[in-house]
């Protein structure tokens, strides 16, 4: 692959002008030290992705302990490797030792507002890996379609998707995954309940509440009924397919923005809410459900990920759930707060470029210091990581790749690269190339 990535695109590979006697690089040989590299395996978080490359005449040598860092490292070396106007290929003399700031380096996708075609996924994970991303967070169902083609549970996406086309078959998701293996890049899928789910409704009769206007129900239904024993039985069968189907240790629960209203006006939630002692708060009940959900995925063995509102409504999480902080008021305190209470967490707030503005905003994402909240080393050390989100109200196929790319570079590189590497004029010069680069 990378052997094309450099060489594949030259037509002109006669009549290179002389190169200085002795000074030919003949080949890149790749060392991958571990008992056990990883060639076989899944990438996880904690993969080692270090690697130290040097290029000196006639051999370059790659180090690294596991597969991971080998595939970051000829990364680097594709980009090190560029042809001159008489279509010689040159690089120069250079000594490379490399290592992620940030295990978790991230990138959303949301294939529920629109489709994406499965060519638009896989372009995507080749676009990551040219920017050293490792996690593909694939928010593959919502409120506006239900794209995923459940094995257990087919009716739905026969009838929550947009049409019986527009789906992810089981072989279509096995794919994904191994493409994205190849390129050491993790696939965490995200089935956000109890909220986003009103497509999950059409193809599971009785698993959305039913609203009501005083004593009369008005036809439309709110988020997943958190009372009944049956929704509980259907998450327990749809989430052991969810936990065999993708292999990454950990799956996204979602949790965010839940609509009380809807609730409310439900004669036997009241009731229940009454039975509980929950009061009027409704956070309580919502905290209630999020607690069994994670008890269920927890017995498949799989980490939880959620977002913020989980863990800001006092639900009692387990202690590898890792809190993904997206409100962007005020997320430095939030992430104090979450570190604080000894969670892990990945940072998105900053980073939402599915918000576009004009001229160059990748200067702003560029310029985010995930460590600037308070708190102690011990809790710095909890925050792993960050990802880049576009989502999907306003992004299709049409235009998915010119609005993420190379505005994501950026966020790749305060993920990737030391603390101290900050210079925009510096990071402008190697952008403008790198777009070049992708394309």
Known sequence: RYYEYMFGHSRRRWGGRPLAAGAELSELQVVIEAPEPGCDSYPHLGSSEAYHLTVTEPVAILKAYEVWGALRGLETFSQLVHEDDYGSFLVNESEINDFPRFAHRGILLDTSRHYLPLKSILTNLDAMAFNKFNVLHWHIVDDQSFPYQSIYFPELSDKGAYSCNLIYTPADIRLVIEYARLRGIRVIPEFDTPGHTQSWGKGQKGLLTPCYNGEQPTGSFGPVNPIWNTTYDFMTKFFKEISSVFPDPYIHLGGDEVDFSCWKSNPEV????????????????????????????????????????????????????????????????????????????????????????????????????????????????????????????????????????????????????????????????RLTSHRCRML
């Not at 905290?287 to 799989?302: A, H, M, P, W």
């Not at 995930?370 to 708190?375: C, I, Q, R, S």
């Not at 998915?400 to 966020?411: E, K, N």
Request: glycine content about 6%; aromatic content about 16%; charged content about 20%.
């Open 270 to 429: 009241q009731e229940f809410m009454k039975k509980q002692s929950f009061g009027t708060d409704y956070a309580k009940l919502e905290s209630y459900y999020i607690q069994k959900i994670l008890d269920i995925v927890s017995s498949y063995n799989k980490g939880q990920l959620v977002w913020q509102e989980v863990f800001d409504h006092k639900a009692q999480l387990q202690p590898d759930t890792v809190v993904q902080v997206w409100m962007a008021n005020n997320y430095a305190h939030e992430l104090s707060r979450v570190t604080g209470a000894g969670f892990s967490t990945i940072l998105a707030a900053p980073w939402y470029l599915d918000y576009i503005s004009y001229g160059q905003d990748w200067k702003k994402y560029y310029s985010v210091e995930p460590l600037d909240f308070l708190g102690s080393e011990e809790q710095k050390k909890l925050l792993i990581g960050g990802e880049a989100c576009l989502w999907g109200e306003f992004v299709d196929a049409t235009n998915l790749t010119p609005r993420l790319w190379p505005r994501a570079s950026a966020v790749g590189e305060r993920l990737w690269s030391s603390r101290n590497v900050t210079n925009l004029q510096d990071a402008y010069r």
